[in-house]
């Protein structure tokens, strides 16, 4: 049955690529300039960044390092692509899953692959980007190249406008001087996701301000209650990747009370997967979603 | 030693103490804290000030705390080193903190345990499991160096046994890696009132224990044959000595992590300015732990200030070198 | 067991070991498959001859290398519970390792194996600086224990206050054979040169057990015999550590294992040693990868799991 979905996905691109009528292209990645010369069809992805930028423009991927766990992979980019096979963590991918599915482009993040760059290349051409250490910013940059070396910078350029449009008019619903903190909250750790963070990037691209620190050379960082405190901001996003989880703990002791989040009612769950290991166009969009839905609640 | 100058130590030590645990209660605050916030707090209380309620409701607790684990952790050590006679002798160093987090991981991690023990329960038998092993593995070779070095040896293989299957346990139940070793690092930092009031009946318990066990422990450094010639139950005090050990390491790793290194050096420290007497320097240990865990709690808020560093990791940086002095100095 | 049992048994388990690698992982071929892997035309070229080989020859070279390096340290310090790891060889890698990742994080991951050399043989260096040529082999190993308690204690601190590196550093720290291919296999070969010399020095090791005082009289000169020893037993283990990171446990039981089998002197447990290491490491990278595919789990986590039973039945039977 996969193998059949497989096979219509594939006619389905050919036809669609057919159509664009794609040859060379060559764009500068991580490790210097990379060029392939035929519109891949069957793509590995490593790092669920470059799962996000192939769904934009409505590529599937055959297979994905998503820890063994489907739900990983954020709920809209499952809709477009189908199914897929796991390759295992993206920590350490199974290099012969790989193999085994005969890519023709494998899509990898420096700051995690960069050891096996060079089996990777044996498998078949690797485009390397940054993926676990990026920002707002750089994801869309590097959605741009993925666009174009897939064959559709076109409507990867008319996918990255539309989502400008889309942060741009969600921003004007949100309120600009409000400081929006998130963070993920463990059984014994919360961890900030600070300015330099992925989700630090988005909350700002939405026109909302992310507490200054005065130490800004970590992305995440690990937060006391007392902490938390000399940070006090409006709107605290929690992701829970346990329950009970820390914060749940923190919230019988008096000095909760005393945060202005707390004393306004402006403390929020999310989906930790979406908000901490999902990045990307349409990643960005759900949490600016969650974030109108939390900011336009009665 | 004379008393009057073990009075004056005590004193002494007592005073820094308090200086200490003062300065803790407001010194590298992220939210500022004045020194007469601090008595203000304790004075007169005014539940609207944020400097107020963090020294009741964060400092107190993690002082009281923190200086309890202090001396709980020196007098296990210093129990073991009168139990085994050997200066290398530290629940650190025995294998007993990492059974104790191993006990821990298991109890909280495996679905088929999970809420079968309570989780301290379960860090005094995985200490104690431990402990056991390396006495077990420690004495049976008789080859290779003395006793000393033998049980360190055994310490060190249990130890890493026992870090590795905690890792193992960890690394499979939670995806990212730093839990495993927020797990394996000792801090204070969450240390609360409801921490403090699940601690510190054991822990005042076993201190207590300790100071009847000193008449025993100076037995005992006669040697054992002496010991029993003088009368002493040798079994009996042995196995009251190992059970004090494993209430106070046990209850400590369940309230603050695993905190190592403390329970090597104070008894040193202690010998070191009042002698040898069990019933003298034990509590002169009792004062010098409980001071030096509220001094490495407060460095772990200024090392990397904002942020915290945990007090764990920062007494490992000051024992290890003291170790490898203990070695250095001793012939084995 | 004798030796001359064991040596056929262990010869033909580590083949089988080797074919099962070979055959095995998140996705199993025939033999014939394998077969025709090995040919550049065949569509599992790159998993058998690329991905899966080199791993089996790593996991060999490491396993025999950890192994040996134990049974020289046990010999030399003349008690079963020592290993590699008391000579802080591998602490002293890992904190190399882990200051290269966290101070240069940007910096290619292509020169960790140096670094991790570097830092491992450096370790050795300050142990050797500590303790000098005269102090005895209990003291020293003792002395090595402390130093590793401070290398340890140094990764820690630097893991706890940059965060960020967490992830990259532990997971080296746990040893494992993912990734690793024939480029590291030709860095990790040169090393194993030290190994005829190892082995010509088991009848020497023999006299040590004797005694020292024996050991002199029957022509032996006990000090420089444990420095060459050890100064074996750390390269190997720096060389192998820089490559896969610290496996565990593996330069602890795979003597004590073969010594149960084929007894105490060194020249039969030596060669011995070295199969059993080469045969435990690749046991456990093959449950590694087949446990749960297509996750990969650590090699050094599995060595540890086969260890801690191992220690357990070791107790019982002390009884």
Known sequence: MLISTFKQLGLLLCSVLLATNVHAVTVEDSKGS?????????????????????????????????????????????DIIGDWQSVGTRSQPSLEVIASLKPDLIIADISRHEAVYDDLKKIAPTLILPSRRETYSDNLKAAAIIGKIVGKEQAMQERLALHRDKMANMAKQLPSQATVQFGVARADALFLHTADSYAGGVIQALGM?????????????????????????????????????????????????????????????????????????????????????????? | MTRPFYGLTIVLAAILLLLLGWW???????????????????????????????????????????????????????????????????????????????????????????????????????????????????????????EHGRLVLAGVAISALCAALTKAVVIMEEDQAAGVLTWLTGSLADARW??????????????????????????????????????????????????????????????????????????????????????????????????????????????????????????????????????????? | MTAQRFFPIAVITLLLLALANLMFGAVSLSVEEVWKGLYA???????????????????????????????????????????????????????????????????????????????????????????????????????????????????????????????NALLWLTGSLWGRGWAQLQALLPWFVLIPLALGLSKYLNLLDLGDDSAISLGARPQHLRLLALAIAVALTAACVSICGPIGFLGLVAPHLTRKLVGGRHQPLLPATMLTGACLLLAADLAARTLDPPIELPAGILTAIIGAPYFLWLLLRMK
């Open chain 2, 194 to 332: 409801q921490t403090w009031q699940h601690y510190w009946p054991f822990a005042l318990a076993g201190l207590f224990g300790a100071l009847l066990l000193t008449p025993s422990l100076n037995l005992l450094q006669l040697g054992e044959e002496h010991a029993r010639n003088l009368g002493a139950n040798l079994l009996r005090s042995k196995l009251f000595g190992s059970f004090l050990v494993l209430l106070l390491v046990g209850t400590t790793i369940s309230a603050v992590g695993s905190i190592g290194f403390i329970g090597l050096i104070v008894p040193h420290m202690a010998r070191l300015l009042v002698g040898q007497d069990f019933r003298i320097f034990l509590p002169v240990a009792m004062l010098l732990g409980a001071t030096l865990v509220t001094l490495a709690d407060t460095l772990s808020r200024a090392i990397s200030y904002p942020m915290e560093t945990p007090a764990g990791a920062i007494l490992a940086l000051i024992g290890a070198p003291f170790f490898i002095y203990l070695v250095r100095k001793r012939t084995l």
């Open chain 3, 41 to 167: 035309s065949s569509e599992n070229h790159f998993t058998i001859y690329e991905y899966r080989l080199p791993r089996i020859f790593l996991a060999i070279l490491v396993g025999a290398g950890l192994a040996l390096s134990g049974a020289l340290v046990q010999g030399v310090i003349r008690n079963p519970l020592a290993s590699p790891d008391v000579l802080g060889v591998g602490h002293g890698a890992g904190l190399a390792a882990v200051c290269y990742m966290t101070f240069f994080s940007e910096a290619s991951t292509r020169w960790l194996p140096e670094v991790a050399l570097a830092g491992g043989i450096l370790a050795a260096l300050v142990l050797w600086y500590l303790c000098g040529a005269r102090s005895s082999a209990i003291k020293l190993a003792i002395t090595g224990v402390a130093l590793a308690a401070l290398w340890a204690s140094c990764i820690d601190f630097l893991m706890l206050t940059k965060p960020l590196e967490i992830n």
């Open chain 2, 24 to 146: 803790n209660l407001f010194a590298w605050s992220v939210i500022p804290i004045q020194a007469q916030d601090v008595w203000l707090s304790l004075t007169h209380f005014d539940s609207q000030s944020i400097s107020h309620r963090i020294v009741q409701d964060l400092r107190l607790p993690r002082l009281l705390t923190a200086m309890f684990v202090g001396a709980c952790l020196a007098t296990a050590g210093t129990i073991m080193q009168g139990l085994t006679r050997n200066p290398l002798a530290a629940p650190s160093v025995l294998g007993i903190n990492a059974g104790a987090a191993l006990g821990m991981a298991l109890v909280s991690t495996l679905p088929i345990l999970y809420g079968a023990l309570s989780t301290s329960l379960a860090a005094m038998i995985g200490g104690g499991v431990a402990w056991l092993l390396v006495m077990l593995l420690g004495n049976s070779w008789r080859i290779g160096g003395n």
């Open chain 1, 34 to 78: 990379f060029s392939l010369d035929y519109a891949p069809q069957r793509i590995v992805v490593l790092e669920f960044s470059f799962a996000d930028a192939l769904a934009a423009v409505g590529v599937a991927p055959v297979g994905i390092a998503d820890d063994k766990d489907k739900n990983r992979v954020l709920p809209e980019v499952r």
């Open chain 1, 209 to 298: 301000q992310t507490p200054q620190s005065d130490r800004d050379d970590s992305a995440y960082r690990q937060t006391s209650l007392e902490q938390l405190l000399a940070i006090n901001p409006n709107y605290f996003i929690v992701g829970h990747y346990t329950q009970p989880s820390i914060v749940d703990k923190w919230q019988s002791e008096p000095l909760w009370q005393v945060l202005q989040a707390v004393q306004n009612k402006h403390i929020y769950s999310v989906n930790p997967n979406v908000w901490s290991r999902c990045r990307g166009i349409m990643a960005a969009e759900h949490m600016a979603k969650d974030l109108l839905t939390i900011f336009n609640k009665p």
